[in-house]
T-cell receptor, first 115, second 113 residues
Framework: NAGVMQNPRHLVRRRGQEARLRCSPM?????VYWYRQLPEEGLKFMVY????????ESGMPKERFSAEFPKEGPSILRIQQVVRGDSAAYFC?????????????FGSGTRLTVV | AQSVTQPDIHITVSEGASLELRCNYS??????LFWYVQSPGQGLQLLLK??????LVQGIKGFEAEFKRSQSSFNLRKPSVHWSDAAEYFC???????????FGKGTKLSVKP
């Protein structure tokens, strides 16, 4: 029973390019959460999705960032026209239902470096 | 405002010594509290969680934490630290209605031989 799978583990992009981060939740989990970890900081919530629905995107930057969780396939976090300040570790977590009750399972993250 | 404070950025203890990592929270309702551990370059692993009931909770790897409502604290403890415990530890609180967690900035633990 594989855990939460994130890929790629490391991603390097030049300024202005697009970054696509993928997250496959644990089997049976229908809730996905994305968090961003900046250097020397804790994790900051970005977005909460269920299949085909964005439930809470209050932590998403207003521009250039988008997320989806289609009916089939992984959840995607997309960052358009990346800038140096987007360099961070991006973590995905999944849960079977209300995350705070069952506890999340986190993936190993994608470390994005913008050069 | 909801927040989590971990006052200690970096702690160094000797192997075999006891450990206490502090966590204070500000939350408007009954909190759900978590401790996670992150090894370098890795994701977060859940150590323990508190929802209700006994205020002393046991977790994995010999860790425990005590919820003290009057002090708004949820400190993590271990009686005897092992070198493999060197990592960064995050306290988190929830839930807002949609289930996202609020994390502290973390405490980095170093272990001396």
């Amino acid at each position: 029973n594989a855990g939460v799978m994130q890929n790629p583990r490391h991603l390097v992009r030049r300024r202005g390019q697009e970054a696509r981060l993928r997250c496959s939740p644990m089997k049976g989990h229908s809730h996905v959460y994305w968090y961003r970890q900046l250097p020397e900081e804790g994790l900051k919530f970005m977005v909460y999705l269920q299949k085909e629905n964005i439930i809470d995107e209050s932590g998403m930057p207003k521009e250039r960032f988008s997320a989806e969780f289609p009916k089939e396939g992984p959840s995607i976090l997309r960052i358009q026209q990346v800038v140096r300040g987007d360099s961070a570790a991006y973590f995905c977590a999944s849960s079977p239902s209300e995350g705070q009750v069952y506890g999340y399972t986190f993936g190993s993250g994608t470390r994005l470096t913008v050069v | 405002a909801q927040s989590v404070t971990q006052p200690d950025i970096h702690i160094t203890v000797s192997e075999g010594a006891s450990l206490e990592l502090r966590c204070n929270y500000s939350y408007g309702a009954t909190p759900y509290l978590f401790w996670y551990v992150q090894s370098p370059g890795q994701g977060l692993q859940l150590l323990l969680k508190y929802f209700s009931g006994d205020t002393l909770v046991q977790g994995i790897k010999g860790f425990e934490a005590e919820f003290k409502r009057s002090q708004s604290s949820f400190n993590l403890r271990k009686p005897s630290v092992h070198w493999s415990d060197a990592a960064e530890y995050f306290c988190a609180v929830g839930p807002p209605p949609t289930g996202n967690l609020i994390f502290g900035k973390g405490t980095k633990l170093s272990v001396k031989p």
